[in-house]
């Protein structure tokens, strides 16, 4: 088989530019996608003969048209989409414009899925493929002053499971990659903080928002070990629909699971009495 090909988004910093190193120190082609022509030679310098970097806004389909058009034409094939780019809006939810919320879903959504349907008609070709969707431990949780973010995250959440289902008979595997707090820029210069002006959230969502900016630049997470363990579950035969990275992630799945099974256990009594009886539906037939 020859070299597999990875289109791999926002790859300025963070993610995107570790697993670009990984794939070439592996031996195999990284398209990087960037937002600006000045970047492009930093990318390639990583590795001249098997880095490629292209320009590639998720919310102009104008430049995913021409890069799947590039893969066609240099490559004729694709093997590996990793939907890392995308961004966190930060603030409470009553307070974030209508203009930002709908920049977040086409971003962190809309952007995804355009990125998915330039992958899947290669993908289907070959009968084989890895899409890694980079959603978050926020896309399992809901937190105060993050919940357009988590609300992108969800939906992201949602669409890759149901996009495994509906491809894995084809050879074509879907996980969604969940980190806990990595030391990358996406609570820094990456994200959009949108700040409380009603006192009622003072001590939920802007309380959430100033330690999310404190523990900015130290988190416990390591992007390189993030991109191995991204490149690792490509190579599985059975990948999982979810990994989580990090200690953190990990911890706070584990908390998610006891809640909502506790919280379904003690309201079951309300929801579960909903269904026709069965004399009901005798009676209807």
């Not at 070709?125 to 978050?136: A, F, V, W």
């Not at 190579?235 to 979810?242: G, I, K, M, N, S």
């Not at 584990?254 to 256990?265: M, P, T, V, Y």
């Amino acid at each position: 088989m020859s070299k597999r090909v990875w289109l791999i988004t926002g790859c300025s910093t963070g993610f995107g530019r570790e697993l670009v190193k990984i794939v070439a120190e592996k031996g195999e082609i990284a398209i990087g996608t960037l937002r600006k022509e000045e970047q492009i030679a930093e990318l390639e310098a990583i590795n001249p003969d098997l880095v490629k970097g292209v320009i590639l806004d998720v919310q102009k389909q104008e430049t995913i048209d021409q890069t799947a058009q590039i893969i066609e034409k240099e490559y004729g094939r694709l093997d590996v989409l990793v939907n890392n780019a995308g961004y966190g809006t930060l603030g409470p939810i009553e307070e974030t414009s209508e203009e930002e919320i709908q920049r977040q879903f086409d971003v962190n959504v809309f952007g995804c899925i355009r990125m998915m349907k330039l992958a899947l008609p290669f993908m289907r070709k070959q009968r084989s493929g890895n899409i890694l969707n980079i959603t978050s431990i926020a896309g399992l949780n809901g937190f105060p002053g993050v919940g357009i973010y988590n609300g992108s995250k969800f939906a992201l959440e949602g669409i890759g499971e149901a996009l495994a289902a509906e491809t894995k008979h084809i050879g074509i595997k879907v996980t969604n990659i969940e980190p806990g707090p990595f030391r990358t820029d996406w609570a820094g210069r990456s994200a959009t903080y949108n700040a409380a002006t009603i006192d009622e959230y003072n001590e939920t969502a802007t309380k959430n928002m100033e330690s999310i900016r404190e523990v900015s630049g130290n988190q416990i997470g390591d992007p390189v070990r993030a991109a191995k363990a991204m490149f690792e579950v490509t190579t599985l035969d059975e990948p999982p629909v979810h990994l989580p990275l990090g200690g953190s992630a990990y911890k706070r799945v584990g908390i998610r699971l006891k809640e909502f099974k506790e919280e379904i256990e003690k309201y079951k009594y309300l929801g579960k009495p909903t269904d026709f009886t069965e004399e009901e539906l005798n009676e209807m037939a």
